[in-house]
């Protein structure tokens, strides 16, 4: 099921990539993104309410706090470099730069999180790297 979801993930970035840079056409960056997260503010909190999760936010501890809101920051300086990024360059060149965020997500899960990395993660980080420096060049 996991996969499943990562697949549906990148599918819907890359709609967001592609539906991103017809949007900030015009329009500032930093005003695309605020919209942007309106919008998803919007589409999550309705989904909690709507499946009952509202109940559970009592039960969050302040160590989870403390994460998530860091991963919110981290998140919206994301947003806004993504859309300058999409404002500034094609789509085709800034979203598989982005996606060097995978290589960053397997050196800082080994670093940070004890993650062990097998052969193919080092591999395919590897691939991504080097894809992505095609793309700069």
């Known amino acids: 099921m996991w996969k499943l979801c990562a697949l549906l993930s990148a599918i819907f970035a890359a709609l967001a990539a592609i539906f991103g840079k017809i949007g900030v056409d015009g329009v500032s960056s930093n005003l695309a993104t605020a919209i942007r997260t309106a919008v998803i503010l919007v589409l999550t909190w309705g989904i909690v309410i709507g499946s009952g999760g509202i109940s559970q936010l009592v039960a969050v501890g302040s160590g989870t706090w403390v994460s998530l809101v860091l991963s919110g920051v ?6 806004l470099f ?3 990024a999409l404002q500034l360059g094609e789509a085709s060149k800034v979203a598989p730069i ?40």
Not at 125 to 134: K, R, W, Y
């Open 82 to 84: 993504y859309y300058k």
């Open 98 to 137: 982005d996606k060097l965020s995978v290589v960053f997500v397997i050196l800082f899960g080994i670093v940070f999180l004890h993650e062990t990395a097998d052969a193919k993660v080092l591999l395919g980080g590897a691939l991504i790297l080097a894809g992505s420096l095609v793309m700069l060049l």
């Open 74 to 79: 981290a998140t919206g300086l994301s947003w």
